[in-house]
């Protein structure tokens, strides 16, 4: 179906994490799946969890998921805008795929009007070339000390001139009160632009619920176009730290154990979405000795230890100390315990950072790091963000399997990480193993189906054990838009909406 330029229609919440994302997904999966050429879009994404487009830019992990629901490869111009905290106060910020800056908040809030003409380039080139552009919004309408120069919102729904449904989550409470105070709290021509309400994350009985539906339309004047239930686990990206990805949960008799470091600014915590999918393995989130402690594995010892990405890698270890999680680390690493550092924890597992060029904190030139790998980071102004495919050289101690293994990845990071005893810094390492210790700045690796299946394997043969049969993750993705999909098109009216967007 073809159009000489696109309609649209953007899916706004009463709150952050009212379900946006997975309604923006399922409408491209929906629509895709009747024949339209869709894409997502969001102005301004606020998050420390991004990917690599083919082209080398980066954007945020929401829109690629919900790229990959409509069938079609990561555009940058699906996210034009990307705010990645590195502290609670500060923000790096990325336009178009590339960082232009860090910005504490103030200074990008009178900044961001600049960027209005750069949003608007991005939105119309993508809607010339697609049918339907679903359009997400960030947190609510309705945070009135915002509104002021909003880009994201109904300042963009108003910019764009485009439809609004408005998403509230029941299944945190008050999911009227919050729809109705939304609405009231904005302006009379952006409460005009919301054509319906959807309630989502439903668990229940529907009839108990019709009163209340019935009344929100009469006070509001806006009708009830769903009631979402809520769907259990989906095997689709997450968006940020919000996630329930990063809470432990407890499988009934696992055959492995990985624990992860939860890092202050933990980025791209998707790498472990197919490690938590897998009945056979419990993996666990923590961020204390304590936390650790209490996990069945700490009375003889986890199998796998991973270090996770960090937005602040310097922070981060300045943690790892306070927490005396370093010297649990450094411990394991003394037992033999199999342990991988992804990006900033490829870093942290090196033994120096050095930071002449205040990238990361302005306290410190340098910081001794944790010593396990034979390696040093040296933080610079460039940022590397790319997709990857190459084969693995040979490797030797516990990882040895891994050699010549093909895998497909992408790298986003500040720094170059070289060899301790070398002084050129153009010799930049980008996949390291010593022993029982691997740091590698690949971002995706676990998504590598035969480098996954090895990694059980041989972790498992530590045990004297054999892994189960599973089910690769990239295919529980799929079957988790299709999933969304069904139960998201059962449960709303998509003949209004589609009357809405004007196809």
């Known amino acids: 179906m073809s159009n000489t330029f696109a309609h649209s229609i953007m899916i706004q919440g009463t709150m952050s994490n009212a379900g946006k994302s997975l309604v923006v997904a399922a409408l491209c999966r929906i629509f895709r799946n009747e024949g339209y050429r869709i894409a997502p879009f969001k102005s301004q994404n606020m998050a420390l969890n991004s990917g690599v487009t083919l082209d080398g830019l980066e954007m945020g992990r ?20 990307l705010l990645k905290p590195t502290s609670h106060h500060a923000s790096q910020v990325i336009v178009l795929g590339e960082p232009v800056a860090t910005m504490k908040a103030q ?5 961001r009007t600049s960027l209005i003409p750069k949003i608007k380039e991005a939105y119309y080139s993508l809607a010339s070339e697609h049918d339907i552009i679903i359009i997400e919004g960030a947190g609510s309408p309705a945070e009135i000390n915002l509104r002021a120069n909003d880009i994201v919102n109904m300042g ?3 910019l764009l001139n485009v439809p609004v449904l408005l998403v509230g989550d029941i299944d945190r409470g008050g999911v009227f ?26 668990r229940g009985s529907l009839e108990l619920l019709q009163d209340g539906l019935t009344q929100i339309a009469e006070l509001t004047k806006i009708p009830v176009l769903g009631v979402i239930p809520f769907i259990e686990r ?19 008799n696992p055959l492995l154990h990985i624990a992860v470091v939860r890092l202050p600014y933990i980025s791209n915590f998707t790498d472990f979405n197919a490690l938590t999918h897998l009945p056979f393995v419990q993996v666990s989130f923590f961020e204390s000795r304590e936390e650790y402690n209490k996990n069945e594995f700490a009375a003889t010892t986890v199998d796998l230890l991973i270090l996770p990405g960090t937005k602040n890698t310097i922070n981060a270890l300045l943690w790892l100390r306070q927490t005396k999680i370093d010297t649990l680390i450094q411990r394991l690493a003394k037992q033999g315990t199999p342990i991988i550092g992804i990006c900033g924890g490829f870093q942290l597992l090196g033994d120096v950072i050095y930071d002449t060029d205040k990238i990361e904190n302005t306290e410190f030139d340098c910081v001794k790091a944790l010593s396990l790998l034979p390696v040093k980071t040296i933080f610079t102004k460039e940022k590397t963000h790319m997709q990857v495919t190459q084969k693995l050289p040979n490797i030797k101690g516990f990882f040895k399997s891994f050699s010549h293994c093909e895998i497909q990845f992408y790298e986003i990071h500040h720094g170059k990480t070289i060899l301790l005893e070398e002084e050129n810094s153009d010799h930049e390492i980008h996949f390291f193993a010593d022993d029982c210790i691997l740091g590698t700045y690949a971002h995706g690796l676990f998504d590598n189906d035969a480098l996954l299946h090895t990694l059980l394997t041989i972790l498992a043969k530590r045990k004297g054990s054999t892994i189960p049969e599973y089910q690769s ?20 009216d998509i003949k209004t909406i589609k009357k809405i967007i004007g196809c």
């Open 177 to 202: 009160a919050s729809l109705y105070g939304t609405v009231e709290l904005i302006s009379k021509s952006e409460r005009n632009r919301i054509k319906g309400f959807l309630i989502n994350k439903f």
């Open 156 to 158: 963009l729904a108003e």
């Open 107 to 111: 200074e990008y809030f009178s900044y």
């Open 473 to 492: 993750y990239s295919a529980l993705r799929e079957q988790g838009y299709e999933r969304l999909a069904e139960v998201v098109s059962h449960s709303v």
């Open 62 to 81: 929401a829109q690629i998921m919900q790229a990959q629901a409509a069938g079609i490869e990561a555009d940058v111009r699906m996210n034009p805008i």
């Open 234 to 252: 989906l095997y689709i990206d997450d968006e940020d730290s919000l996630s329930e990805q990063l809470i432990t949960v407890q499988k009934k």
